[in-house]
């Protein structure tokens, strides 16, 4: 087994991987460090128990009242943990689930892990309305309720595409004072369900952004308390 310090955040969101991937024997890991497992909407944090390399990644039973997620055998899983201060993830299957001597999963083996880098900067809880448009220019209302220079997320009451798929926010601001209609250009980073599970939170990353825009969204950093016009 590796070794590694123990993680703190491992649910920052808006990440995205690296263009290198790494084996798990390059990272160190603790028995005991917590890790996020991912069944499709549904995510809870478990304790890794200990892997043996090409064979099994071994990790606590999530427990049933408190998260959600009924593992079966043949699932496909999202791994998520952290250390020194960087994220990493890999997908795998849960190839066996048992009680005895204790409960816990058993995940294949990661061919391969990969790094995530953080965002870049940090994000304004705000609650502002806007519209997005699609790639075919259909357009639906959305509520913002965090947002960057470099993203945002949204609410919206179905999914409006999938990751990697262009997805343009139009917002209508007061700033201080002046008025600005700012047109975000982004890709879609995330798509999971909020936390009522009825709508659907969508992780936006901008890109092309304006001199005006730019300039707009900075001011969230400076006049976090801003309520612009609904």
């Known amino acids: 087994m590796e070794n590694q310090n123990s993680t703190e955040d ?10 290198f991937d790494l084996s798990l024997d390059q990272v160190n890991l603790n028995i005991g460090d917590p890790i996020k497992l ?19 990644f071994i990790v606590s039973m999530p427990d049933g009242v408190e998260n959600p997620i009924h ?3 043949g699932q496909s899983i999202g791994v998520r943990f952290s250390c020194d201060n960087r994220s990493f993830v890999f997908n795998s299957v849960i190839n ?33 309305t806007g519209v997005v ?11 913002v309720h965090e947002i960057s220079i470099g993203g945002a997320l ?7 595409g999938e990751v990697n798929d262009p997805l343009r926010l139009i917002l209508r601001v007061e700033i201080n004072g002046a008025q600005f209609e700012l ?8 798509v999971r369900l909020g936390e009522s599970g009825a709508n659907i939170l969508h992780g936006l990353a ?6 005006k825009d730019i300039l707009a969204l900075s001011a969230f950093d400076l006049f976090p308390e801003i309520n612009p016009h609904r």
């Open 154 to 160: 949204i609410e919206l009451n179905a999914p409006q």
């Open 206 to 211: 901008f890109h092309d952004l304006s001199e």
């Open 96 to 128: 066996h689930a048992t009680a005895d001597p204790f409960p816990c999963l058993y995940l294949a083996y990661p061919c391969s892990i990969q790094p995530l880098q953080e965002r870049l900067y940090d994000r304004v809880r705000v609650n502002i």
């Open 183 to 190: 047109t975000l250009d982004s890709k879609i980073r995330s």
């Open 71 to 73: 593992p079966e055998m």
């Open 10 to 19: 491992i649910d920052s969101t808006d990440n995205k991987h690296c263009a």
């Open 133 to 143: 448009y699609t790639a075919d220019d259909e357009s639906t209302p959305c509520v």
């Open 38 to 56: 991912q069944i499709g909407s549904e995510s809870c944090i478990v304790r890794l128990i200990g892997y043996l390399k090409d064979k099994s």
